[in-house]
Antibody, heavy 122, light 112 residues
Framework: EVQLVESGGGLVKPGGSLRLSCAAS????????MNWVRQAPGKGLEWVSS????????YYADSVKGRFTISRDNAKNSLYLQMNSLRAEDTAVYYC???????????????WGQGTLVTVSS | QSVLTQPPSASGTPGQRVTISCSGS????????VNWYQQLPGTAPKLLIY???QRPSGVPDRFSGSKSGTSASLAISGLQSEDEADYYC?????????????FGGGTKLTVL
């Protein structure tokens, strides 16, 4: 069974930093691209960042570029998101999500973690 | 402002058929497949439809998807109370800035 378990969320002051982790199990983690997607309270889903299976390709949303860093450790089956210079508008539930690509079905985010809440407030 | 456009709300009575639209552009829906997610209150999104019209194992055939050009739609037939949730469309976007996922703003479905 595919499982994605996020941790590391919490309350942080504006300008502060936080590191999120996502522990993956139930699949060959090193074979999949992974994503972080966030959801502000009462709002919709917003893609944050993605990383390819070998970390060769990394992309960020404009809203977090230069402040957030995505990384992974395939030996530990773990995904990370280092968040610096946090702003109030970064307040959201952050989801770790697995991505699949197949030439027939195209790109797909198929599994999501339960999310971890990040609150940026003074 | 979300890249993909969905109506903010939809409603129907039990047994009815409802549809939710999703409008995009040539760089996302127009050139990539569309996926739909269901999010029940307080839970993570769950894959409902992938590759425009495919249902993952376990998703009832009451749910169906379609795509035409730069738009897609989700249809729910035989509406049930447990279908009350938020629904999101998503697609890969091949823009000049590189690759990224784009989502609709979500549609809150109310079963009257």
């Amino acid at each position: 069974e595919v499982q994605l378990v996020e941790s590391g969320g919490g309350l942080v002051k504006p300008g502060g930093s936080l590191r999120l982790s996502c522990a993956a199990s139930g699949f060959t983690f090193s074979s999949y691209s992974m994503n972080w997607v966030r959801q502000a309270p009462g709002k919709g889903l917003e893609w944050v960042s993605s990383i390819s299976s070998s970390s060769s390709y990394i992309y960020y949303a404009d809203s977090v570029k230069g402040r957030f860093t995505i990384s992974r450790d395939n030996a530990k089956n773990s995904l990370y998101l280092q968040m610096n210079s946090l702003r109030a508008e970064d307040t959201a539930v952050y989801y770790c999500a697995r991505e699949v690509y197949d030439i027939l079905t195209g790109y797909l985010i198929d599994y999501w973690g339960q999310g971890t809440l990040v609150t940026v407030s003074s | 402002q979300s890249v993909l456009t969905q109506p903010p709300s939809a409603s129907g009575t039990p047994g009815q058929r409802v549809t939710i639209s999703c409008s995009g552009s040539s760089s996302n829906i127009g050139s990539n497949t569309v996926n739909w997610y269901q999010q029940l209150p307080g839970t993570a999104p769950k894959l409902l439809i992938y590759s425009n019209n495919q249902r993952p194992s376990g998703v009832p055939d009451r749910f169906s998807g379609s795509k035409s050009g730069t738009s897609a739609s989700l249809a729910i037939s035989g509406l049930q109370s447990e279908d009350e949730a938020d629904y999101y469309c998503a697609a890969w976007d091949d823009s000049l800035n590189g690759r990224n996922w784009v989502f609709g703003g979500g549609t809150k479905l109310t079963v009257l």
